[in-house]
C-alpha cells in the first residue's frame, strides 16, 4: 500500500505565496518522478511541475518563475513553492509520484487526495 498525503493548501490573495507539501508513505523501493498537477473548474487536470529523482525539473510555461518544485528524497516528500499567486493559478493541486513498490517492486503512478488553492483578488 502506498499512499501520497499532501498539505499546504488555502487561501491566499494575489501576490502572495503559499507552500505544498507531500508525503508519500507505505511500500515503497523507489520513488522516480514526482510533482504537482492542478485541476480548474471546467478545465483538464494540468500538469504544474515535476521534479525526477536526479533533480531536474520541468514547469508549465505559466508558472515558470514564479512556482519551485523540490523534493527531498530521505522523507520521500516533494514539495512546491508558490510565489506571485495569481488568481488564475485558484485550482484543486494534485501530488503526484511514479513509485516502485517494494512489495513486488511493481511501477506505478500514485496520486494524492488534493488540496484546494484560491487565489482571490
Known amino acids: 500500500q502506498v499512499q501520497l498525503v499532501e498539505s499546504g493548501g488555502g487561501l491566499v490573495q494575489a501576490g502572495g505565496s503559499l507552500r505544498l507539501s507531500c508525503a508519500a508513505s507505505g511500500s515503497i523501493f523507489s520513488i522516480n518522478t514526482m510533482g504537482w498537477y492542478r485541476q480548474a473548474p471546467g478545465r483538464q487536470r494540468e500538469l504544474v511541475a515535476v521534479?525526477?529523482?536526479?533533480?531536474?525539473?520541468m514547469y508549465a510555461d505559466s508558472v515558470k518563475d514564479r512556482f519551485t518544485v523540490s523534493r527531498d528524497n530521505v522523507k520521500n516528500t516533494v514539495y512546491l513553492q508558490m510565489n506571485s499567486l495569481e488568481t488564475e493559478d485558484t485550482a484543486v493541486y494534485y501530488c503526484?509520484?511514479?513509485?516502485?513498490?517494494?512489495?513486488?517492486?511493481?511501477?506505478?503512478?500514485?496520486w494524492g487526495q488534493g488540496t484546494q488553492v484560491t487565489v482571490s483578488s
Open positions: 503526484y509520484a511514479d513509485i516502485t513498490r517494494r512489495v513486488d517492486y511493481r511501477r506505478n503512478d500514485y
Open positions: 521534479i525526477r529523482k536526479g533533480g531536474s525539473t
